[in-house]
């Protein structure tokens, strides 16, 4: 078990960027696909971005794409969602996952949270 705290959440005007990070505990961090979900008031929890053990492999909603940047910091046990051009639409929660199945489906192991917040 993999125990996983997300913090850089914040406010942004619409245009802007944060830069979320996940910060995890346990000795798996580094063996297993990790990534980033989020949940927007009175929805379901959405795929967001997801990232291969060794970095190689990187792979985004079709929101997201080309805005938002994954990565990872094996040694830190760290993944960071670089987030630019925010949208209103980008406002939720944001939560880290471990370990994250082929098909971006969630697995067991998640973060308390982040709250982003866009303003137009």
């Known amino acids: 078990q993999v125990q996983l705290v997300e913090s850089g959440g914040g406010l942004a005007q619409a245009g802007g960027s944060l830069r979320l990070s996940c910060t995890a505990s346990?000795?798996?961090?580094?063996?297993?696909?990790t990534g980033w979900f989020r949940q927007a008031p009175g929805t379901g929890r959405e795929f967001v971005a997801a990232i291969s053990w060794n970095s190689a492999s990187t792979y985004y909603s079709d929101s997201v794409k080309g805005r938002f940047t994954i990565s990872r910091d094996n040694a830190k046990k760290t993944m960071f969602l670089q987030m630019n051009n925010l949208k209103p639409d980008d406002t939720a929660v944001y939560y880290c996952n471990s370990p994250v199945g082929l098909t971006n489906s969630p697995g067991a192991d998640w973060g308390q949270g982040t709250q982003v917040t866009v303003s137009s």
């Open positions: 346990g000795r798996t961090f580094g063996y297993h696909r």
